[in-house]
């Protein structure tokens, strides 16, 4: 839709400056090499910890099962990270609280600006092209937030597409790091025991 395009745009632009201001080229590193070599046919494996989840392993595999290149493997995550930025920011676009007291027409610049506050830093920039779960557990984050509203704000035959990316996002969150996805969605759980409107 219209009011998508200036996100896409964030996505697009977020892509581009990763390629522009960090090398692909560069060598992994230990903890990106132990989730690179999980699914690998082309790289030594290497044991993974304990505390480690999979997630991130799952997620650069259908490019580490053909080759080790970090160039293939930081360009896949870099043009990734962009669809996920947008897929992250895309459940707040036209939603916001009755009480914020923004006039309409400058409603559809909050997501776009958002979504560009969180793509223009560094560790952004830096990790979107990384094989850790750093940018993806954050896009989940975003998400599952943005998600939650609107499963919580509508009615049931309006938000069965959310409440499945709803799942979708806390599953991926959880496989990536199971940890902060108590920290995350725990909140969530907690506004809507509380908020009598949202319990259903």
Known sequence: SRSAAPVWLVAVGYVAVQLILVDPR????????????????????????PHRSLGEALLVAPVTVVTASPVAIRGYLTALSGAL????????????????????????????VAAT???TGWVALFYGGAVLPNAPT?????????????????????GRLATG????????????????AVWIVSPVLV????????RS
């Open 26 to 49: 560069m060598v992994l590193s230990m903890d990106e090499a132990v989730y690179a070599s999980q699914f690998s046919t082309v790289l030594p494996r290497i044991e993974i910890a």
């Open 85 to 112: 930025l947008f897929l992250a920011f895309w459940p707040w676009l036209n939603l916001r609280p009755a009480w914020v007291g923004w006039r309409s027409s400058n409603q559809h610049w909050v997501t776009p």
């Open 117 to 119: 506050l969180y793509a």
């Open 138 to 158: 954050a896009m989940c984050a975003v998400a599952v937030t943005g998600l939650f509203l609107r499963v919580a704000t509508r009615s049931a035959g309006r």
């Open 165 to 180: 990316g709803l799942f979708t996002a806390v599953a991926g969150l959880t496989l990536l790091r199971p940890t902060d």
């Open 191 to 198: 506004a809507a025991l509380v908020k009598r409107s949202w």
